[in-house]
């Protein structure tokens, strides 16, 4: 395995020394060139961009659109128009569903949402099923939470209107068939959805390639700050959506009783615009690009993954969630421990100053379909490394006899 220390640019390692961070599925840490870049813009650009003459705002202005092209090129969408900053993935999810829904589902039509989805990506379609009276659908995963091309052709109906499912499971850390399912759903006049939160992250995301009509994703699970996420959507539908909110710099012109938009992706983008969000992740994107790599990424979370996996299957008491395969578990790995209770399993890794995270993972259908109340989950980044493992799975070997369970 590469010997590369990745931590030692992530300025949170540096205070806390002794940390082993496994929530990286709920947020990761930030390389000091992110923060730098963060804190250059609030330093040397801060102005109110889009409208100022003066120089200030132009640098301001240049930053903000000089991210969405770096975005459009790190997605490979064919125009920054196809580019919509927005704080998270959970608020581009909700505008897909506002704008587009509320102009395009009718009470005849259907909404079919994987079980397995994040509530971001479940609630915003049941939301719009319950006002418009369209009929809400579930495509049901297997015990080891795969999708077949099969189950989803059976699942469409010629009244299925939209398909919504994310590229990886925040539960499984599968992969999911996203250039498959389009095909099958541009067949059948569907729109598909992905939710990119875990997998833009980890892997290389190619719109063109996956071919799906709206892509969202969130910058703070990329290593950039908290507040900036992205929507992509394909040029011809976002150019016939309404605005989701109105207010200032979305407009082109306001009179007493009429207003006029701005083109794309501005229509989308009302108020003061989160300059400094888009600036860390530009700053993001080229860490992981120029310093980092995908081809790293990915080979290096395959391998801590496999590491963890295979001893965490010879431990008694201990099952997981998903695939019984390694490599089907893209840098997360779920589980339960038998009489412990996964709040109490989070809290002596905490003890040991060990992060991961507990519940439902906002993902509570899917507990349901398989009959789990709730979960712990461990969930990689490329910073982390063999030791992180090593003290994770002892901890995890102590569990039961910490509980007060013989054997």
């Known amino acids: 395995m590469s010997k590369v220390n990745f931590k030692s640019a992530v300025p949170t390692f540096e205070v806390y020394k002794n940390l082993v961070y496994l929530d990286n599925a709920a947020t990761t840490q930030k390389p000091a060139q992110v923060l730098d870049a963060v804190e250059r813009y ?15 705002s132009v640098k301001a ?3 903000y659109e000089n991210a969405r092209e770096a975005v459009r090129r790190f997605i490979g969408a064919k125009s920054t128009k196809e580019i919509v900053f927005t704080r998270n993935a959970t608020e581009s999810l909700n505008l897909i569903a506002y704008s587009w829904g509320n102009a395009n589902i009718a009470e005849d039509d259907e909404i079919l949402i994987a079980v397995s989805e994040h509530h971001s990506n479940l609630l915003p379609w049941q939301i719009l099923a319950n006002k418009t009276g369209a009929k809400l659908n ?3 995963c297997d ?11 059976n699942a469409l109906t010629p009244k299925t209107k939209l398909f919504a499912i994310a590229q990886v499971s925040n539960v499984f850390g599968r992969i999911n068939p996203i250039r498959e399912f389009a095909d099958i759903c541009h067949k059948n006049r569907t729109v598909i959805i992905c939710d990119g939160a875990q997998s833009v992250p980890h892997m290389a995301v190619d719109v063109a390639d996956l071919g799906v009509d709206f892509l969202a994703f969130s910058g703070h699970k990329l290593y950039a700050p908290m507040g900036i996420g992205v929507l992509y959507g394909r040029e011809e539908l976002l150019d016939k ?11 082109d012109v306001v009179k007493k009783y009429s207003a006029t938009f701005a083109e794309l992706p501005h229509k989308f983008e009302a108020g003061t615009v989160n300059v400094g969000g888009a600036v860390g992740l ?11 790599g995908y081809d790293y990424i990915t080979r290096r979370e395959s391998e801590l993954t496999a590491l963890a996996f295979d001893e965490m299957k010879k431990i008694d008491h201990v099952h997981i969630v998903g695939s019984d395969k390694a490599q089907e578990h893209h840098g997360i790995i779920t589980f ?10 989070a809290a002596i890794f905490d003890s040991d100053n060990i992060a991961i995270r507990a519940g439902h993972h906002c993902a509570q259908p899917l507990h349901e379909h398989l009959g789990i109340q709730s979960t712990a989950r461990m969930s990689l ?5 063999e030791q992180d493992i090593e003290k994770f799975l002892t901890t995890l070997k102590s569990i039961r006899g910490r509980m007060g369970y013989g054997g």
């Open 61 to 63: 202005t240049d930053a």
């Open 381 to 385: 980044a490329y910073y982390n490394d």
């Open 241 to 251: 959506m309404p605005p989701f909110l109105y207010g200032g710099e979305m407009i």
């Open 42 to 56: 609030y330093r040397e650009e801060n102005a109110n961009p889009l409208r100022g003459l003066y120089d200030l």
């Open 336 to 345: 339960t421990v038998d009489g412990v209770h996964p709040h109490d399993i």
């Open 282 to 292: 530009h700053a993001a994107i080229d860490y992981i690009t120029n310093e980092v």
């Open 138 to 140: 579930y495509l049901e």
């Open 143 to 153: 015990e080891h939470g795969g999708y077949s091309v099969e189950s989803l052709k």
